[in-house]
């Protein structure tokens, strides 16, 4: 919850400020994804409970957040599922790519995932699970450090190191004991993906789970790409480079899908 009270603090002077304390709320709710108190909210935005009290009720009201059974925690509301929802359709590259990501998904039988590049993160897109019992969590809408998937080295390796050290936050943060920080370190690796065409997160994200992704790199999927995952008993190295092709693939139709679009 800290980096959402860092936001506001750094508000800039052209923002409204009620227009930014509305999207705070919205912004603090979908990092966390648990219902929060008001308490809890005010401390994280740094503001006035009687204050934020005040947006909270107009929210409700017009169904942006929603009230636990007790009266007391609030939540995300349907029209923010709406909005997002809206936001999928709308997006040429998510909307184009699912019989892309069910064609992989169904040669590979592991979890495939389209993402994007926000900021020092990646955002899923689109996902389609694996038909083995034993598979990774995630979700569409799931926010993770870039440095610590797949995703994120994919599109990361797209631009040069100087550009790299500016985009992230250092020291970056370790989500396992196999997390790459050193930043040596990881430039190395987005070189190493940048000549051969695919990224590797190695346990790096999930304990135990192994990740291969490829940047798309066109004019509408310039910060998306696609990846598989699938526990290490089931992607030594030579089975994570038959996958790696199967995504460079599925990367190229999607690419060729975007470039027919961007024709018309």
Known sequence: MESVAAAARGRRPEEVKSAARVLEVLELLGAEGARLSLAEMAGAMAVPKSSLHAI????????????????????????????????????????????????????????????????????????RESRHALRMYSAVGRRLPAHATALGKAMLSQYEASEVRMRLNWPLERLTPDTVTDPDELLGQLAEARLRGWAMDDGENSPDIRCVAVALGTAQGGGDAISCSAPKSRMDDARAEEVARAVTEAAHSLRTLLKRLGQH
């Open 56 to 127: 909270l009720r107009t929210m409700e009201a017009r169904r942006w957040v929603d009230l636990d059974a007790s009266g007391t925690r609030y939540s995300l509301g349907l029209k923010a599922l709406l909005t997002g929802t809206a936001y999928l359709e709308g997006d040429d590259v998510a909307s184009l790519a699912g019989p892309v990501l069910d064609a992989l998904a169904e040669e590979t039988g592991e979890s495939v995932h389209l993402g994007r590049l926000d900021g020092t993160d990646v955002v899923y897109l689109a996902k």
